[in-house]
């Protein structure tokens, strides 16, 4: 089970820490994700790390403000988000999936396990 926290609102130009943690099984198995999804929009990509952290990858609308990382022996991923836009408001959600390193690691779909969402909302 993944449980995401850390969501919250933020004026524009703010920061925020989301945190996934696991329970259940070891995180350490799997390659992590982020993806967010506005209301009447499709999942988006955020940012992805492969499970020792060596690879990382991140969509091009958050590439530079956000940083994904990960500690295993905390069970727990990370999403640092900052310099915070209107457009970064949405319902973020992490996700565990059986995937290596040049797999489709932006397609919801190559992800197993899935956390509740948190709400990140951005004011202007």
């Known amino acids: 089970q993944l449980q995401a926290s850390g969501g919250g609102l933020v004026q524009a130009g703010g920061s925020l820490r989301l945190s996934c943690a696991a329970s259940?099984?070891?995180?350490?198995?799997?390659?992590m994700g982020w993806f967010r999804q506005a209301p009447g929009k499709e999942r988006e990509f955020v940012a992805a790390i492969s499970r020792s952290a060596d690879y990382t990858y991140y969509s091009d609308s958050v590439k530079g403000r956000f940083t994904i990382s990960r500690d295993n022996a905390k069970n727990t991923v990370y999403l640092q988000m900052n310099s915070l836009k209107p457009e970064d408001t949405s319902v973020y959600r992490c996700?565990?999936?059986?995937?290596?390193?040049?797999?489709?690691?932006?397609?919801?779909?190559?992800?197993?396990?899935w956390g509740q969402g948190t709400q990140v909302t951005v004011s202007s």
């Open positions: 259940g099984r070891p995180l350490s198995g799997y390659f």
């Open positions: 996700a565990a999936g059986p995937l290596y390193p040049g797999d489709y690691y932006y397609s919801p779909r190559q992800y197993s396990y």
